[in-house]
Nanobody
Framework: VQLVESGDTLVQSGGSLRLSCAAS????????MAWYRRAPGNQRKFVAYITRDGKTDYDDSAKGRFTISRDNANPTIHLQMNSLKPDDTGVYYC???????????????WGQGTQVTVSP
């Protein structure tokens, strides 16, 4: 299964950005879809997920600022990021898992990653 994220972006602190991840409609409607971030020098970490019935959850650092959504018509997963901070800088990965419990498993499906840089 192929997950294709939107391109690399540079944005100023306080700005907004929307990431997109394209996949097949059946895939997005079946799996738990998520975003992860790998900050420089760190491991990949959870940012947000959305289930096929629309349940969402976020890392504490993303709550109140980020919104994950699913566009079934296209079909695409989006991550709307507002009030961006330099700490949000990193490579963002789209991820698909069979269940919430299996989120983060390297054996799941991962996109190639897209670089987001937030300047001070």
């Amino acid at each position: 299964v192929q997950l294709v994220e939107s391109g690399d972006t540079l944005v100023q602190s306080g700005g907004s950005l929307r990431l997109s991840c394209a996949a097949s409609r059946s895939f997005i409607n079946t799996y738990v879809m998520a975003w992860y971030r790998r900050a420089p020098g760190n491991q990949r970490k959870f940012v947000a997920y959305i289930t096929r019935d629309g349940k969402t959850d976020y890392d504490d650092s993303a709550k109140g600022r980020f919104t994950i959504s699913r566009d079934n018509a296209n079909p695409t997963i989006h991550l709307q990021m507002n009030s961006l901070k330099p700490d949000d800088t990193g490579v963002y990965y789209c991820h698909a898992a069979a269940s919430i419990e299996s989120l983060g498993d390297p054996r799941g499906s991962w996109g190639q990653g897209t670089q987001v840089t937030v300047s001070p």
